[in-house]
């Protein structure tokens, strides 16, 4: 007697009719799209992820190397994704961050709008050169005594002129950027009145006639930021590329962990203990930001916060690995040591890149 098989409607495999749901795919047999199915299946996969959240929630915070470990070992659907959790929380922190972002941009380009404000005032300036003053009759009345010559007293003399000279004329010209690339604002000011062309801008702002391509990007982009002020800008794509960098920044995490531990599991094993630990900071960063903006908490209990991630890492590490706790701390603390750098070198290439394309 031949058996009557169904074809499943969502991967097209045959089946037994007489199974109420696919061997294949798991999708039920029977699955008329209703009202009442429709509901159902929303309001069961909505719960589904809710209450493995929460259940995944409180070890996350309080249990270190706890649901890495679980999910390695077999534990798929009894707690979240490592990948699913860290998506949802870096969803919430960034939009809890943007809050602050959009406050910060906005003082940004306030005072940007009053560049005198970035300034030291006349005042400072008649303060500071008293206290120079000061300093060099101090030093020429004991040149004797620091083993100076007067010819060795006439040139840090003659340079501490210099530069203090160089800093009034910036404040005269209205020169804010205070870099090696500076400026005087006012003959750029003068030559964008007379309509001049932006290449001979460009070189009067310090490019070099046989520039590259990068070079006079660069000097565009200084042009335009001296146009616009558009430090808010600069500080708004500065913060919009962070999700993309920590895309590539959390895999080099685990391959740090890999490193140190290669006796220890697969390359993904690692990649799960970071997508739990960077679910972590972000959750932990979120509850900072949520209080802060109800309730003034001291820079030292947030510099409290931020320390405790390591010891949580740390102790992390321990109860995931499995080795000794001085051992464990040694690679952690070389672990955060190396991933520091990686974080400072992207963040300055983030910098250029915002800077670059704002």
Request: a neutral charge; hydrophobic letters at 45%.
């Amino acid at each position: 007697m031949s058996q009557e098989l169904h074809k499943c409607s969502n991967c097209e495999q045959p089946f037994d009719e007489s199974y109420k749901f696919c061997p294949y795919c798991g999708q039920k047999s029977d699955d008329d799209l209703t009202l009442g199915v429709l509901f159902y299946n929303t309001i069961s996969n909505y719960f589904s992820f809710d209450a493995r959240f929460f259940k995944s929630f409180v070890p996350l915070m309080i249990k270190p190397g706890f649901l890495p470990k679980k999910f390695v070992s077999g534990k798929r659907l009894t707690y979240i994704h490592p990948a699913q959790m860290y998506l949802f929380v870096s969803v919430i922190f960034f939009f809890v961050f943007g809050f602050n972002v959009r406050e910060s941009r906005a003082s940004i380009d306030k005072a940007m709008q009053k560049p005198e404000q970035l300034l030291p005032k006349e005042e400072e300036l008649q303060e500071a050169t008293k206290v120079i003053d000061s300093v060099m009759n101090e030093v020429k009345s004991n040149q004797e005594i620091m083993g100076m010559s007067g010819e060795d007293v006439e040139q840090l003399d003659s340079i501490i002129t210099e530069k203090s000279s160089e800093r009034y004329d910036g404040r005269r010209s209205g020169n804010v950027l205070g870099t090696s690339f500076s400026y005087k604002e006012s003959k750029i000011d003068s030559m964008l009145e007379k309509g001049v062309p932006e290449k001979e801008i460009y070189i009067a702002m310090g490019m070099k006639e046989d520039a590259g391509a990068f070079q006079q990007k660069f000097f565009s982009q200084l042009l335009k930021f001296h146009k616009e002020r558009g430090l808010g800008a600069i500080y708004q794509t500065f913060i919009d590329s962070i999700p993309i960098t920590l895309f590539f920044l959390l895999p080099i995490f685990g391959l740090l962990l890999k490193l140190f531990f290669y006796k220890k599991g697969r390359y993904a094993h690692h990649l799960v203990f970071s997508f739990y630990f960077f679910s972590f900071l972000f959750t932990v960063f979120s509850i900072d930001l949520i209080i802060n903006r109800f309730i003034d908490v001291p820079d030292f209990m947030d510099w409290l916060l931020a320390l405790s991630t390591f010891f949580y890492f740390f102790i992390g590490v321990k109860r995931y690995y499995g080795q000794g706790w001085i051992l464990s701390y040694i690679k952690s603390s070389v672990v955060s040591f190396f991933f520091s750098i990686a974080v400072l070198i992207a963040a300055i290439g983030l910098g250029v890149f915002a800077f670059m394309y704002y």
